[in-house]
């Protein structure tokens, strides 16, 4: 791993305006892939619905007799016609709703977040902006902040310092990115998005600097 990154920061025309400069310790002591993996299937298992369902032999109408006696008819041997085996019947072992969440401890999923974000920097798919603030929710504006940096049309994740509604809405109708404070990043978002776009407000709160970037034009 490198002593030091240093990644330009760029301003809403794509112009460079000062680069950032940190230690890839501050935000993780390495790539742990296993992690990684683990963290990112836990998240997948907790979207899904699990609302699946099939009949089972006692969710099918029908007589528990014996269809015909067990010898001396000359036909193999048969049940009661809700038997799985038979055309109509019930699933032997039938499909019912089940929950398949489950949850990691929360310090790994903060040190595989910070992973994640980490390979973006390591594999040169981050990008750091001076600003990302928004006077209105407008498309446009966002588009061409997009253009400037080359990542229009590709699948990018925008991450803000907060919670901040205007840039949302100027995002949402742009297929293929995502918007997310620090504070909600996951492993799964930003792994699942080619590019990160991380306001250097945000990278501050994630190094822990409160604000102090370290930035030099």
């Not at 791993?1 to 240093?6: G, R, T």
């Not at 400069?21 to 993996?37: C, M, R, S, T």
């Not at 398949?100 to 974000?117: D, E, G, I, Q």
């Not at 973006?120 to 990302?132: I, R, T, W």
Request: aromatic letters at 6%.
């Amino acid at each position: 791993m490198a002593d030091k990154i240093s990644i330009p920061v760029k301003d809403r025309t794509g112009a460079e305006v000062g680069r950032y400069e940190f230690d890839p310790a501050e935000l993780a002591p390495g790539i742990n892939k296993q992690l990684l993996h683990d963290v990112v299937v836990m998240y997948q298992a907790n979207q899904r619905v699990g609302t699946m369902q099939s009949r089972g032999r006692g969710m099918v109408a029908g007589s528990k007799k014996k269809m015909y006696r067990q010898k001396g008819t000359g036909n193999a041997r048969m049940g009661a016609k809700r038997v799985g085996k038979r055309v109509g019947g019930g699933h032997t072992f039938g499909k019912k709703p089940r929950d398949f969440s489950y949850r990691m401890p929360k310090k790994a999923v903060r040190l595989a977040t910070r992973m994640a974000v980490l390979s973006k920097f390591l594999d040169d798919q981050a990008v750091v902006l001076d600003g990302l603030a928004a006077d209105a929710p407008k498309t446009r504006p966002m588009v061409d902040l997009l253009k400037a940096i080359g990542l229009y049309g590709k699948g990018c994740l925008l991450t803000i310092a907060g919670q901040d509604p205007t840039v949302y809405k100027s995002a949402r109708n742009i297929d293929k990115v995502l918007v997310s404070p620090a504070a909600d990043l996951n492993p799964y978002n930003v792994l699942r998005q080619r590019h990160l776009v991380i306001t250097r407000d945000a990278l501050d709160g994630l190094l822990g600097r409160n604000g102090k970037a370290e930035a030099a034009a």
